[in-house]
């Protein structure tokens, strides 16, 4: 099988801050990645690079087969770990922008989606709670039947109840044959779906294995070894 | 994508628009009522009267010119700003993340920007143009109106040469020469914006002090080319005022198309190359 994300020896420096530092990946279609970090460890960078909003400094980044660009933003969803939306815009309205920018949103999926929330769809995007804001976000990007999800941080700065209801979107909606790449320093939470995971401190790679094969070699669960790997 | 782009841009500034619209509206029916309207009820025929006439007209055009100036530089300042919100800050990931090309991101946002700062400017002038009638209908009364209009666009005309155009030539190259100076203006903003938002802090501050430094070269440059063309254009233009007036106002067109070029260019190469989201 082809890969449908390829970075070959990219680096990225901010002045004379080496952000990432040689970074080689290869993620095939059809998987939930983990992207796996401390805080300032490299994982936003090179989310932001294959997403087409930053410039590596040096190497190659191919989302099947094609720089990161106009091209790839049109099959590429991506869930920033900002709040994105116009706040003076009503939900109906956001919807119906995605809709018009984006072949693969389905306007059925967001609305049968938004159900869940109980929010008027006529209402102003202001009006919402911080966490209601991060499920329209979420339930945006989740209604592209795009071939990478890239999701930055999703469930960080959320309670409980809502990180459930955010991994149970992704896991219920993403085409299925696509590749979802979540970044995450709350490894708990996400161990449980995850196919691959890669570890990423100082904006190089540690570690990129299947999920149960680190289960499976280091004889303990993803979590206890990342708190082994990144203790301080 | 760049109809769409352009579409959203007009739905998101239509209300500052329409606030704008009703706030001339009202400032012009107020310098009417304040400024004109005694004057048409008391006439000029005492002193009393005419002085409170010339007290209350004095007051309302310096309110009116305080307002226009407000409208005109207030636009700008809202449309720096709304470049910065939705390509830099927050929602810009949402504009940077959509599968469009740079060259429309761009377009999509001068091109509205251009259109409303018209549609304001042309609402200024429509506003003065009314308070000009109501003011010299209420002086020398309707007789003279159109020899006033006659006279004022004599004057106008004349002066900067386009009388030599033709009226209908010298208005459509009045009307196009405006537009591509607020199109530059409004470039030279956004470039201001792409410049502030390479550094990791106070990103306004490092915007406006580029705008400021931005306007000082570019001033400098006119200054020096209106020298050279002063030094090197025949005596026999140099005494035609109009004349005059007029290669100066192609000059400007023609600085102005530059600017506009340049900052387009740059702030090409900053959203492509060097983007740097909060």
Redesign the interface.
């Known amino acids: 099988m082809l890969d449908l994300l390829s970075l070959k020896a990219v680096s990225k420096k901010y002045g004379i801050k080496q952000a990432l530092n040689n970074v080689n990946l290869n993620i095939k279609s059809g998987k939930i990645v983990g992207l796996l970090g401390p805080n300032g460890g490299g994982k936003t960078t090179l989310i932001?690079i294959v997403?087409?909003?930053?410039?590596q400094t040096d190497g190659v980044v191919t989302i099947d087969g094609v720089e990161p660009g106009?091209?790839t933003?049109?099959y590429?969803a991506?869930l920033?770990d900002?709040?994105?939306?116009?706040e003076?815009?009503s939900i109906g309205?956001t919807i119906s922008?995605y809709a018009?920018?984006?072949n693969d949103f389905s306007s059925k999926k967001a609305y049968e989606l938004l159900e869940d929330l109980k929010v008027p769809f006529k209402s102003k995007i202001k009006t919402l709670s911080k966490g209601n804001r991060e499920k329209l976000q979420l339930i945006l990007v989740m209604s592209r039947d795009a071939r990478l999800y890239v999701l930055d941080e999703p469930i960080a700065g959320v309670d409980p109840a809502a990180r459930d209801y955010i991994l149970k979107t992704i896991i219920s909606n993403y085409n299925k044959n696509a590749t979802v790449l979540i970044s995450t320093h709350l490894i708990a939470d996400v161990e449980g779906i995850l196919d691959e995971a890669i570890f990423i401190r100082d904006g190089e790679i540690l570690l990129h294995d299947m999920a149960d094969n680190i289960r499976n070699e280091k004889g303990c669960s993803i979590d206890e070894y990342f708190r082994e790997v990144f203790k301080c | 994508?760049l109809g769409?782009l352009i579409k959203?841009e007009f739905?998101?500034m239509k209300f500052v628009l329409l606030v704008t619209a009703i706030g001339l509206a009202i400032i012009t029916g107020i310098v009417i009522c304040l400024g004109i309207v005694p004057m048409w009820i008391f006439g000029r025929n005492d002193i009393i009267t005419e002085t409170l006439a010339i007290f209350l007209t004095g007051i309302s055009a310096l309110i009116y010119l305080f307002i226009l100036f407000v409208a005109g530089i207030g636009m700008y300042i809202y449309i720096g700003v709304r470049f910065y919100k939705?390509m830099y800050s927050?929602?810009?990931?949402?504009t940077?993340?959509?599968?469009?090309?740079?060259h429309e991101l761009i377009l999509g946002k001068v091109i509205p920007a251009v259109i409303i700062q018209t549609i304001v400017t042309t609402m200024i002038i429509a506003s003065g143009a009314l308070i000009f009638f109501g003011y010299t209908v209420s002086k020398d009364g309707f007789e003279d109106l159109m020899l006033n209009i006659a006279r004022l666009t004599g004057v106008m005309l004349s002066d900067s040469g386009i009388r030599n155009l033709g009226i209908a030539l010298g208005l459509t190259f009045v009307g196009i020469s405006s537009i591509i100076q607020m199109a530059s203006i409004i470039m030279t903003l956004f470039l201001s914006v792409s410049v502030g938002q390479l550094f990791n802090s106070n990103r306004i501050l490092m915007s406006v002090i580029a705008f400021v430094v931005m306007n000082r070269v570019f001033s400098a440059i006119d200054a020096i080319i209106r020298f050279i063309i002063e030094v090197l254009v025949d005596k026999a233009y140099r005494y035609n005022g109009s004349a005059f007036n007029l290669i100066f106002m192609i000059l400007t067109m023609a600085l102005n198309i530059i600017i506009l070029v340049i900052c387009y260019t740059v702030s090409y190469y900053i959203i492509?190359?060097?983007?740097n989201?909060?």
């Not at chain 2, 927050?90 to 949402?94: E, K, L, M, N, V």
């Not at chain 2, 492509?272 to 983007?275: R, V």
């Open positions: 932001k997403v087409g909003i930053l410039k106009d091209i933003k049109s590429v991506y920033p900002k709040d994105f939306l116009d003076n815009m309205d922008m018009d920018f984006y | 994508m769409k959203y739905k998101q939705t927050g929602i810009g990931y949402f940077n993340s959509l599968p469009i090309k740079r492509k190359n060097k983007l989201l909060e």
